[in-house]
């Protein structure tokens, strides 16, 4: 996907769209100007990890506040939708979805492995998922970009290994580079809302964004209540056949 340039432009006939990415350790909203070729960031607020839920209306009424703006000025919303905490993912799709349906305007949601990819210039991208496992992007010729949950066992199946991908945290790289030797760890700074609003803005410009009601996260893993609820809902078929 072709990544909008960020510098200044005319802020009459612009799109006004605020970035929204909660997905990580730390998160980020953002608020940009667009067009169909470029995108000029006004402002960007970092949010603290774990406290999206009480931090993140707030963070975005005071970033459009300091640009001299209102909420109801706002034309469109990018929202990174995962993979990352099930909490973060919750909270930044339903804070996104809750202000478009409010205010009538679009949302578009990216993949925070797609903007660690678009920021880094390289195809492939890892973020740690935990439990000694990564969320991986490949890409493979005349094939989309394949996101999937990857332990040692999922590294060993990737056909070929990526020559090289992009990595923002040392516990990824750890695993990587015990699976995949010979492939290139690029390390680059951890995606943000501003990265996001560059690669996805043109999008909603272009009115290419879904219905409302399709919008979801991006989780890649089950949640541990799914997990869980699985195991006690057969442990107690197994006990009632007993």
Sequence with gaps: ?????SLPLPSENLALILGIDTCGPMGSVALARASAEAVEILGQTELEGRSYSSTLTTAIAQLVEAAGLKLADLTGIV?????????????????????????????VAVSRLAVLAAQSGIAAAALDAHRNEVYLR???????????????????????????????????????????????????????????????????????????????GHYLRRSDAEIFGDKAAAAEKQAAGA
Excluded at 1 to 5: D, N, T
Excluded at 91 to 103: D, I, M, R
Excluded at 151 to 173: M, N
Aim: with cysteine.
């Design 79 to 107: 929202v990174v939708n995962g993979p990352g905490s099930f909490t973060g993912v919750r909270v930044g799709v339903g804070t996104a979805k809750g202000l478009a349906e409010g205010l009538g305007v679009p949302v």
């Design 138 to 216: 490949v890409e493979r010729a005349a094939s989309p970009a394949e996101e999937l949950l990857a332990g040692a066992e999922e590294l060993a199946a990737v056909v070929p290994v990526p020559a090289r991908v992009a990595v923002c945290e040392d516990s990824a790289a750890r695993l990587l580079g015990t699976e995949w030797r010979a492939t290139e760890l690029v390390r680059v700074p951890a995606p943000n809302a501003g990265d996001a609003l560059r690669l996805s803005a043109a999008r909603l410009v272009a009115g290419e964004h879904p219905e409302l009601a399709l919008l979801d």
């Design 1 to 5: 996907m072709k990544e909008a340039r």
